[in-house]
């Protein structure tokens, strides 16, 4: 299996920018599809972005897309998502996840998660 930890969250201004990290630990984090959730106060977790295992396919949600970017660096054995021109209501944890498989953008498909970091914009 693979342990994940977030890292990166923290409070913002709304149109500033943040990048998030996931350092993975355990089986060989180039086997696995990787994906960035989040989940709201009062809300369901929704998808953000998935990246295949080589990195060469990526999805985002319509609400990320041309503001968010998820990568990876197979060789640190790190997910990164590069959060641009953020909105008040990108508010929530995010949370990294890995799914066996080359890439997936449904919460269970996900068969390891981290444990979150949390995310503020303020307006």
């Known amino acids: 299996q693979v342990q994940l930890v977030e890292s990166g969250g923290g409070l913002v201004q709304a149109g500033d920018s943040l990048r998030l990290s996931c350092a993975a630990s355990g089986r060989t984090f180039s086997g696995y599809a990787m994906g960035w959730f989040r989940q709201a106060p009062g809300k369901e977790r929704e998808f953000v972005a998935a990246i295949s295992r080589s990195g060469g396919t990526t999805r985002y949600a319509v609400s990320v897309k041309d503001r968010f970017t998820i990568s990876r660096d197979n060789t640190k054995n790190t997910l990164y998502l590069q959060m641009n021109s953020l909105k008040p209501e990108d508010t929530a944890v995010y949370y990294c996840?890995?799914?066996?498989?080359?890439?997936?953008?449904?919460?269970?498909?996900?068969?390891?998660w981290g444990q979150g970091t949390q995310v503020t914009v303020s307006s």
């Open positions: 996840a890995a799914a066996y498989g080359d890439i997936a953008t449904l919460d269970y498909e996900y068969n390891y």
